[in-house]
């Protein structure tokens, strides 16, 4: 009878630890394909060359939140710099993204080099709204995948009754047109603002 039930015992195990092999995917294939969902769709060059756009993008951005026109200035030109340096040719796709992607960064290198001839705060700021809607079509249409950025919407960036957008590499909100030193709100204003959307989208299983 025990010879029985261990037999029985031996049977149950041998089940289960076939069942474990077939369902489970080889320790190998499961690093490979997590290596494949790491794999950028342009290539590095290009992807080094975008971060810094994205960067100089930032420091014009949190410039603007600081109400710092000098620092800002130097942001933008620097950004125009990087965008006119960017190798879009090294882009994975077909002539006709190339193509679009090459135009979109010589409109956002066109506005950025224009963002100092603004008038004042206020010109900057809608000189700034232009420059992030050349970036959001650029980054879209090259897309990068490098880091998660967000677009952002301020429904008072204008007025108090005209909206704006900018990108963001934290959801936290930073509000570059109100900012932190705005003549009537001061500070108070400076969270005002939704996320809209992020990049890169979500992989489909």
């Not at 997590?34 to 756009?53: E, P, Y």
């Not at 992607?101 to 000189?127: C, H, I, N, P, V």
Request: hydrophobic fraction near 40%; aromatic fraction near 10%; charged fraction near 20%.
């Amino acid at each position: 009878m025990k010879k029985f039930v261990l037999l029985i015992v031996v049977f149950i195990a041998a089940g289960l630890l076939a069942y474990k092999l077939l369902s489970d995917k080889p320790v190998g294939q499961q690093s490979h394909d997590d290596r494949a969902l790491r794999i950028s769709k342009n290539t590095a060059a290009f992807n080094n060359a975008f971060g810094s756009v994205l960067d100089n993008y930032f420091a014009l951005h949190d410039a603007l939140v600081n109400w710092d026109t000098l620092k800002a200035d130097q942001a933008a030109y620097a950004l125009a710099a990087k965008t006119d340096s960017l190798p879009i040719r090294q882009v994975r796709g077909d002539s006709g993204i190339i193509l679009t992607a090459q135009s979109m960064a010589a409109s956002l290198s066109g506005d950025a080099k224009g963002f100092s001839a603004s008038a004042g705060y206020e010109g900057r700021r809608q000189t700034f709204n232009t420059v992030t809607d050349d970036l959001y079509n650029l980054l879209r249409t090259v897309q990068y995948d490098q880091s998660k950025i967000y677009h952002i919407r301020c429904p008072m960036a204008f007025k108090d009754s005209l909206e704006g957008f900018w990108l963001s590499n934290t959801p936290e909100i930073a509000n570059p047109y109100l900012g932190n030193k705005h003549p009537v709100y001061k500070a108070k204003m400076v969270t005002c603002g939704e996320i809209i959307d992020s990049f890169p989208l979500p992989k489909k299983n």
